[in-house]
RNA sequence: GCGGGAGUAGCUCAGCUGGAUAGAGCAACGGCCUUCUAAGCCGUAGGUCCUGGGUUCGAAUCCCAGCUCCCGUGCCA
C-alpha cells in the first residue's frame, strides 16, 4: 500500500520522527493513530498515555512537549485533549489534495497494492456431490470469494479451489442404491440432484434394516475404490450432475473457481503421506489406525489426529495433507486460506500442526496457513441445521425468492419497466442483499435463519449501497457539461456535510488493511455503510447542481469518488451495482 | 471432565485489540417529496455492556470466580 494513501501512517511517521528527536521520549513510543470521534478531530493519537506511564511522566505534558515540538504543517491542526489525546484536523485543503488523484479504479488499485505481493490458494465453497447446496453452504461460498477478491484486489495472485467432497463412504451406498432401483442418471428428472439425494437416503435405509444391502454397499465402495469401469462411469457421471447443479448456483453468484479438486483428486497421493509421516516418525500406529500426537500441546497431547482409520481407509485428514502437499508444490502457494464452518478449528489445528512438523521434517517451506472460520446458520430451534432431520432451505429456492422479493420492489418503483431490465435489477439487488446481510456480520457468530434477515432491503443492506451509487449515475447523467473540467476547478470542502464525507473517503484505506489483516468482510461492509450515509446525508443537504463551478466541481468530485469507493468495496464483496433501481 | 465460542437498546448487530458522553439498522413516535431517484434525509425515545470481584489515570474490551446458551472432544467432513 502506498504511504501516503494510509492517513494513519503519515501521522504516525511525523510523530515518530519527531519524538526522536525529544530527551525524554525514548526510542520505544508509538504513537497508537485511530480514527476520531468527528467532534474532536479526524486522527487521534493515544500513544502518549501507555508511553507517559511506562516512563513515569506526565501524559499531558509529555504530550505538550511533543506537538510543540512538531514542526508546523499545512495539512492538519493539532490539540491536546483530556489527559493527553493529541487530536489532528485535517485542512481542506489537504482533503481535496488527498480525494482529487482518484480519478479511476486503476489508481485506486494502485495505491492499495501490496509491496510483497504472494501466491494464494483459496479453499472454499466445497460442497459434496450428489447433495443440494443449502442455505448452510452460502457462507463458506461468499466469504470465500469475497477474501478470494479482496486478496486479489491488493495485487495477490489467487488460486482459487473449490475442494469438494466427491470421495468417500457414502458412495458405496449411493451406487448401491442406483444400482438396486435400476436408476438411469441420464434421466433423473427435473432435479436431478434432488433425485440423488433421494436415493442416497433409500440406500442408507435399505443399509440399515439389511446386513446383506449393508454388505453390497461395501462391495460397491471397495469396487470404486478399486477402479470398476462401471463403478466409475457412475461416480464421474454423479459429479457431472453434481457440478451442474453447482454451477447454476454460482453463476447466479458471480462466484467462479480456477480448479475444482474435490478429495478424489487426491485418492492416489494419500499412500505418500502415510509413507513419509511414518518415515519421519511423525505418526504412529494407535488401536490399529494411524494417528498423530502432538505431546508439545495441551490437548492435542492426547486427543489424536487420525490419519488412516483402522481398515486402512483414508479420510479427511489424509486428503487435506496431501492436498497441502500439492498446493504447496504445484502452485507454489505462499499462504492457504481455508473457509469452513468453526466446528472444524481442531482439525485444523491439528492439521497444521502436523503440516508444519511433516513440511520441516522434508525440509520444505510450510505456507502460511489460515483457517478463516465461520459460525454455523441456525434453525429456529437455535440448533444447526441438519441435512437429516427438517429439510433445510435450499440455496437455489433462496437465491430464487430474494430476486422475486426485489422483483416486486423493481416494477413497484418502476412500473412499465421492460420484464428482461427489470428482472436484471431484480437479480442484482436481491442477491446482493443476500450477500450482503452474510458479510456484514462477524463471520464468527452463529445466526439463525431468517428470511427476513437475509432479505432486507432497507437500513444497511446492499440495496442501500446500491440505491447511493444509483443516486450518483443519476446525477452525472444529468449533469450538462464536462465533469472532468468542472472538477478541476473543484475548490476545497466547505460546508459540515462535504467535510464530512470528504473525512469518510479517506479511511478507505483503513478499511481495507483491518479487512485484509482480519480475513474478515464485516469491516468493509461497515466502512461501505458508514460512506453511504454519509453521502446520503450530503446529498439531502448539499445540492450538486449548483451555479457556483468551483462548488459544484468539489461536490461532483466528492460523488465520482464516492461512487468509485463505494463501486470498489462492493465489486470485492462480490456485489454489483446498477446505473438506475 | 477438558477445550473453544457467545452474552451490548424490545429485536438483529457494530464497537478498529485499554481511550474521551457505548454506536447503527429494524420496530415505535414526530417531521421532510412542484428542487440532482423518499430503497432516502432530519429529529425523539430506548442501556445494571450476563453477575460479582480485581488490575489503573481510564475497562464492553485485560485477569479471577460464577451463571446461561452453543460447539468440539478416535475412525463423518
Redesign the pocket.
Known sequence: MNSDFDCTRVLEKALLETSATLDGFGDDFAP?I????E???DF?A?G???H??KHRGN?REMATQLVDALPSSQHWETSI???????FRLSSDYLLGWIAPFEDREKLARAVASENPFKAVLDYS?P?TAKQMHVGHIRSTIIGESLARLLAFCGHEVTRDNHL?DW???FGILLYAIKRQGSSLDDLGDDPVAELEDLYRKGNAWTKEDEGALAEARGELVGLQGGDPESMALWERIREISMESFQAIYDLLGVRFDHAHG?SFYRDRVDQVYDSLLRHGICEE????L?VFHPEH??FAK??F?V????G?????T?DLATLWFRSEEWAADQVVYV????????FEQLFLTAGKWFAAEDKTLPELSHVWF??I?GED???IKTRDGQPVKLADLLAEAVRR?LV??EE??PGLEPAEAQR?ARI?GIGAVKYADL???R?????F?W??LL??????A??L??AV??I???F??LEGDPSSLMEQARPPETEHERSLARKLIFFP?AIE?TLR?L?P??LC?YL?EL??GF??????????VDDSREQGL?LMLCARTKLFLETGLEILGIET????
Not at 469452513?340 to 482439525?347: A, I, K, V
Not at 446525508?537 to 448539499?542: P, V
Open positions: 497508537q485511530r480514527t476520531a470521534d467532534k474532536f478531530g487521534q493515544n502518549v498515555l501507555p507517559a506511564k501524559p485533549a483530556g489527559p493527553g489525546f493529541i487530536n466445497s459434496n467432497g468417500g463412504t457414502q478429495e494407535n488401536e490399529g489406525a494417528v495441551k490437548r486427543q489424536p487420525l488412516r482409520k483402522k481398515d481407509a483414508s479420510n479427511y485428514a486428503t469452513t464452518d468453526g466446528r472444524q478449528r481442531d482439525h459460525g454455523t441456525l437455535n440448533k444447526a426485489a420492489m423493481v418503483k418502476n435489477r439487488i456484514s456480520q462477524d464468527t457468530l452463529d445466526y439463525v431468517s427476513d434477515k432486507a432491503m432497507q437500513g444497511n443492506t440495496p442501500y446500491q440505491y444509483a443516486r449515475s443519476s446525477i447523467r444529468k483503513l483491518q482480519e474478515k464485516h469491516f461497515t455503510y453511504a450515509t446520503s446525508s450530503f446529498y439531502n443537504h448539499d445540492k450538486v447542481m461536490r446498477l446505473e438506475e433501481m
